[in-house]
Structure formats: structure tokens, C-alpha cells
């Protein structure tokens, strides 16, 4: 709603709607316009949060209410993006439209859809509230389900353990054990980005399925003949390693989203840059590195590299 004021004999229009209805308004009326077609992102929270000059919160209020208008929806990998309301003809877009149960969901349904939010939008997407709207019921009666956040967390945690379960008969030797769960763990971490920061080593999650990890770890350690706390010292060093390095998922997921570009787009985008700074001579070790035309700059590349020594190196 709008009003009228005197200031200084001049008549001046105001908005009394609170700031997140008139975000919500400028995207709609984007929407409607056409200016943001259906599969075209949307701002996300952060984006939002700058220009607008809102706190999170508000942001996160914002898309909320897009979504409860089903004038957007979240697409894992993604980000928020404009709903296709004559219906996606992509299946898989289809698929992973989030859609409020018909009753009351399950448990297991309302951590599934918390870890689509988390995987599309980062860990601060998910709230008790939004959860809450998505599925359309008062945001008390959750806590029939869950005890709160931190709970919730927990179980998204050993939802997506439990995605990779470890075989039952593990290879020979400790090396290759330790390779193998170390390489589950990172395809863990590489499909949720939000994953390694909600992780902690001195504050562990008592999830089930991740559990299993440890004690596989363990037992790979056991034939070495080493005392209880040295095998926990290697085991939490290799974990320290993969999910260290599984930081930079999340990390390069909250630049693509704010920025609005992959990490090679950004790269092109700073190549003169790069260019004028390596010619200037004073590095000459890294325009070595930056004159290799196949060299891989990625999470992907420096794991597999640094995987195998790192475990020479700390083997008995």
C-alpha cells in the first residue's frame, strides 16, 4: 500500500509494505514481465543481501515467498531458478521440483527435501520455517519430526552417508582400504558442497551411517599393530585431508551463485590480469605453472594427485 506526506511542500509517495513483499513484488513483476523466463536463476539470498542492501534473513524471507507463490522452485546444483508453470518438459527438472506432501510428511520425506534445499542453496537455506511453508504446516509441528536444526543437520549428515554405503568385503591391504574409503568420502562431499563445512573433528556427529566410516577406517588400521589412539590419529588425518580439501566445493558453489559464473568463466574473466601480473617478471616460477596449457587448476585434480602421497607419508 502506498501513502502521500507533505515533506517540505513537496507531496512524496511511500511504501508502508514491509521491504521483503516489495523485493517480492520486483522479482514477480520481472517474472510477469519476461525479463526472467522460466529456468532463468533468480537472485539467491546473497545476491539479494547486496543489492538490495537486506539482511539474510529478509533474503532468505524473499525466496521463500517466491516459492510459496510457485513463481520459483530450487534445482539441485543449480540454485533457485523460475518455475516452468505450463509444466518442465525435462524430466529430471520435474523430478526434483519440490512439491508439499498432500498430508503430513514423514520424516525421511522432510530431511530429503531439507537436503535437496541444502544441495540446490547451501546449508543456510534450510530453516524450520522454510521447511515449514514448503510443506505447508505451522513450523512448530515440525518439531513432532525433529528436535530442532541441529537435528536436523544431523540426520541430512547420515541421509547423505547413508547414499554410499561401503562394501562388505574391502580390498586387501591397508592402502587400498584406506584409498577406498577415502575416495567414497570425497564422491560424499563432491555431490553435497555443504556437507564438509557442517562437519566438525572435534565435535563429531553421532550419525550412524557415517560412523560405519570410521569403524571401516579402523579396521583397515587394525593389522599395523598400533595402539587405539594412534589408529584414531590416522584415521582423523586423512579425514582432516579429504574434507580440508572438500571445503573448496562449498566455497566455489557460494561464488558461482554470487557471482553468477563458473570458476572457468571467472578465469577468462581475469586472464588479462593474470597476464600483465606474470609478465612482469617477478614470478617467474608460477608463469611456468601458467604457461603449461594442460595444466588442471581443480578440486578433482589436486585429490587425486595429493591422495596417495599423503598416505605414503603418514603409513607406517
Known amino acids: 500500500m502506498n501513502v502521500q506526506q507533505e515533506d517540505s511542500g513537496v507531496l512524496v509517495r511511500v511504501s508502508t509494505e514491509p521491504p521483503f513483499r516489495q523485493i517480492v513484488g520486483q522479482i514477480r513483476a520481472q517474472i510477469d ?49 523460475v518455475t516452468d508453470r505450463d509444466g ?40 524450520m520455517r522454510r521447511l515449514a511453508t514448503e510443506f505447508g504446516l505451522a513450523t512448530m509441528s515440525l518439531y513432532r519430526f525433529v528436535r530442532g536444526k541441529d537435528d536436523l543437520v544431523r540426520l541430512m549428515i547420515d541421509a547423505a552417508f ?6 562388505a568385503v ?26 564438509a563445512p557442517a562437519m566438525s573433528i572435534t565435535r563429531p556427529e553421532f550419525a ?8 571401516f577406517a579402523l579396521a583397515a588400521l587394525a593389522p599395523l599393530g598400533l595402539s587405539v589412539t594412534e589408529m584414531m590419529h590416522l584415521h582423523l588425518s586423512v579425514f582432516a585431508f579429504v574434507r580440508g580439501l572438500a571445503m573448496g566445493f562449498a566455497t566455489e558453489a557460494q561464488a558461482a551463485q554470487h557471482t553468477g559464473m563458473s570458476s572457468d568463466e571467472w578465469m577468462e574473466r581475469q586472464g588479462q590480469a593474470f597476464d600483465d601480473l606474470l609478465g612482469s617478471g617477478r614470478f617467474p616460477m608460477v608463469a611456468r605453472i601458467a604457461a603449461i596449457p594442460d595444466f588442471e587448476l581443480g578440486l578433482d585434480a589436486v585429490f587425486d ?12
Open 170 to 195: 574391502p580390498p586387501k591391504g591397508v592402502h587400498a582400504q584406506l584409498t577406498l574409503v577415502s575416495r567414497q568420502l570425497w564422491g560424499i562431499f563432491r555431490r553435497h558442497h555443504w556437507l
Open 33 to 81: 514481465g519476461g525479463q526472467l523466463r522460466p529456468g532463468d536463476r533468480v537472485p539467491s539470498a546473497r545476491q539479494i543481501t547486496a543489492e538490495w542492501g537486506v539482511a539474510l534473513a529478509t533474503a532468505t524471507k524473499v525466496l521463500a515467498a517466491l516459492r510459496a507463490e510457485g513463481l520459483v522452485e530450487a534445482v539441485r546444483g543449480v540454485g533457485t531458478v
Open 162 to 167: 547413508a547414499e554410499a554405503p561401503l562394501p
Open 208 to 215: 550412524p551411517h557415517g560412523i560405519k566410516y570410521t569403524e
Open 88 to 127: 518442465p518438459a525435462d524430466p529430471v527438472r520435474r523430478e526434483r521440483r519440490p512439491r508439499p506432501a498432500a498430508a503430513e510428511p514423514t520424516r525421511e520425506q522432510l530431511v530429503r527435501h531439507a537436503l535437496m534445499l541444502a544441495d540446490a542453496e547451501g546449508l543456510e537455506a534450510v530453516s
Open 305 to 316: 594427485y595429493g591422495l596417495p602421497r599423503f598416505l605414503d607419508g603418514i603409513l607406517p
